[in-house]
């Protein structure tokens, strides 16, 4: 009984270890894609199959075109330089080009 006990706990603290580590990896895997809680959580459930998940997920920030600065993805408009996001993505490379050619710049 008490050899039991024992190997229980051993598990249980093998198992508790192995999430902690997880989570703080998947934390740190996940502070580059600004998704912390998320590889927190597939870190510590997954480990290293969790870590992949964020690594090769979207990012939640977007870069403005306009000052390349990182915003929200549900932003409507750049909160330092005022370019319509929604629409400067809209625009194909196509109508970038043939406004720079119109402007003479070719």
Known sequence: MIGTSLAAATWLGWLVAWALTGAAFGAIVG???????????LGALL????????????????ECPGCSRLIS????????????????????TRSAMRRVDRAGHW
């Open 31 to 41: 502070v580059a894609r600004d998704r912390v809680l998320l590889g927190v959580a």
């Open 73 to 92: 993805r549900a932003a409507q408009v750049c909160p330092r330089c005022g370019t319509n996001v929604r629409g400067a993505q809209a625009r194909s």
């Open 47 to 62: 480990g290293p199959i969790g870590w992949i998940i964020v690594a090769r997920s979207r990012s939640a920030l977007l």
